[in-house]
């Protein structure tokens, strides 16, 4: 089974990828914030006609059902999608190692037993 893990590689798979899964991370959180900043606009839009003021659940409709909001969660689908993939890939390879060490101590382990009989 050590013959399948490669610890050199894996370490280069996190540092290549870190730096993308910081950017996927930002983006998922500055779309996030993106959306509230939709939803206020698109909420400030709707007014009344001046006799009526209208209520804020109606705003709060209005802005969700907007289109620029659907396509805002859309963008937020695809990055919580990029960053969860990167996520689990840098946790794999995180896990690859602690593998690889564990068969390293137990092949050691046995070369020592080994060694004593």
């Known amino acids: 089974m050590n013959d399948e ?6 370490l ?6 870190a730096e993308s899964y910081g950017a996927a991370k930002g983006k998922r959180i500055y779309i996030e914030n993106y959306l ?3 939803k206020s606009i698109l909420m400030a839009e709707l007014k ?20 620029d909001y659907k396509q805002q969660l859309e963008a937020l689908e695809t990055a919580v999608k990029e960053e ?5 890939l840098l946790e794999a390879a995180k896990l690859q190692i602690e593998v690889f060490k564990a068969n ?4 050691r382990t046995e070369m020592k037993n080994l060694d004593v009989s």
Do not use: V
């Open 5 to 10: 893990i490669d610890p050199i590689r894996a």
């Open 12 to 17: 280069q798979f996190l540092k290549t990828n």
């Open 36 to 38: 509230k900043s939709i």
């Open 48 to 67: 009344g006609d001046g006799k009526k003021e209208i209520s804020l659940g109606a705003k709060e409709m209005y802005a969700y059902s907007h289109p």
């Open 84 to 88: 969860e993939k990167l996520k689990y």
């Open 104 to 107: 390293e101590y137990t092949r």
